[in-house]
Each structure stands twice: as C-alpha cells, then as structure tokens.
Antibody, heavy 116, light 113 residues
Framework: EVQLVESGGGLVQPGGSLRLSCAASGLTFSNYWMHWVRQAPGKGLEWVSRISSDGSGTTYADSVKGRFTISRDNAKSTLYLQMNSLRAEDAAVYYC?????????WGQGTLVTVSS | DIVMTQSPDSLAVSLGERATINCKSSQSVFFSSNNKNNLAWYQQKPGQPPKLLVYWASTRESGVPDRFSGSGSGTDFTLTISNLQAEDVAAYYCQQYYNYPWTFGQGTKVEIK
C-alpha cells in the first residue's frame, strides 16, 4: 500500500520559517515526480511546487517563488518543502502528491498556521 | 495559467438520482503526444484529503465505484454520479495537469435533496 505521510506543520509567526517533510512508502519513490498542493481553511486547492524524479527540475507557483524551496532525498524516500518568510496567506493544509503521469497519490496533509 | 471553471457551485440531488458536474478549462488540456486529456476529478469530504476519482478525464481510479464516470475532451468535461448515495455528499474538484501551474476548479458541493 502506498503511503505519503507529511510532517513538520505547526504554528509559526509571520516572517518565520518551517520545513515540511513527506515520507513515502509502498512505491519506488525515485520514479515519481512529487508535488506540494495546499488548501487554506474553507478554501479550494492551490498547487505550490513540483520536483522531477531525480531532483534536477523544480517549478513554483508565483505566490511562493523566492520564498519556498522544494527538494527530495531519494535515498530516504522523502520530499521536503522549506518555507521562509511566511505570511498569513500561507496558512493552509499542505499535501504532498506523487505523480507518474497523473497525480495518483495524495498524503493526509499537515497544517501550517501563521499567526503572531 | 489555465483557468478551470466548475458549474454549478452546489447542487442538491435525491438519493438514487443522477448528479452532473461540469468543468471548463480556459484552454485545451488535450496532450497530442499521448492522445489524452490531462484532467482529473477529486472527491473531498470535510477533514479529509482529496480522493482521486478519475484521471485522463475518463479513467476511473482503482476501487472507485462505477457510479462515478468522467467524460469530455479538449476544454469541456463532466463528472457524473449515477444513483447518488448518501456517502457521496462531498465537494468535488476538477484539476488540469496539462501544464504548470496545475490548477483546480473552485469546487462543487453535492448535497442530498
């Protein structure tokens, strides 16, 4: 069974930093492009970032470009999202997604709260 | 960016009846290299992550009941829930994965009439 388990969420002050992790199991992690998608409370879904299977290519939403960094460690089957200069509008549940052509696998999400 | 527009925003359907949700993209999401529409549908219940129902516009995900079906091509797509069950009460989203940024529809809430 494929599992994607996010962690690292929590309460952070505006301007602060957090690093999210997504531990993958049950799939050959190095074969999958990985993504982060977020959902603010009571709102819709917003794609945040993606990274290629070998980590050589990344893309970001304009709303996070220059502040967030996506990375992966294929030896550990883990995806990361380093979030800096956090703003109130970054508060959301963050989901990691595994894609091998289509967005097939979603994690349960981790909640990020940005508040003073 | 490709804009995904769903209609209606909400609908109420009687148990056992059909629910139809439409999704329109601002540009085609048909990929000629693989002859597929890069369009997915999700179901989301409160407090849960989105659950993939359909990908490539019409391929049902493993384990999804066959009362859920996707159709359409190019820019116009439909999710049909036949024989609506109580457990189908949820929000439904379409999503394009044709290019970046991936974009989602605003969601459609399905309720029981």
């Amino acid at each position: 069974e494929v599992q994607l388990v996010e962690s690292g969420g929590g309460l952070v002050q505006p301007g602060g930093s957090l690093r999210l992790s997504c531990a993958a199991s049950g799939l050959t992690f190095s074969n999958y492009w990985m993504h982060w998608v977020r959902q603010a409370p009571g709102k819709g879904l917003e794609w945040v970032s993606r990274i290629s299977s070998d980590g050589s290519g990344t893309t970001y939403a304009d709303s996070v470009k220059g502040r967030f960094t996506i990375s992966r460690d294929n030896a550990k089957s883990t995806l990361y999202l380093q979030m800096n200069s956090l703003r109130a509008e970054d508060a959301a549940v963050y989901y990691c997604i595994g894609s091998s052509g289509w967005p097939g696998y979603w994690g349960q999400g981790t909640l990020v709260t940005v508040s003073s | 960016d490709i804009v995904m527009t769903q209609s209606p925003d909400s609908l109420a359907v009687s148990l056992g009846e059909r629910a139809t949700i439409n999704c329109k993209s601002s540009q085609s999401v048909f990929f000629s290299s693989n002859n597929k529409n890069n369009l997915a549908w999700y179901q989301q219940k409160p407090g849960q992550p989105p659950k993939l129902l359909v990908y490539w516009a019409s391929t049902r995900e493993s384990g999804v009941p066959d009362r859920f079906s996707g159709s359409g091509s190019g820019t116009d797509f439909t999710l049909t829930i036949s024989n609506l069950q109580a457990e189908d009460v949820a929000a439904y989203y379409c999503q394009q994965y044709y290019n970046y940024p991936w974009t989602f529809g605003q969601g459609t809430k399905v309720e029981i009439k």
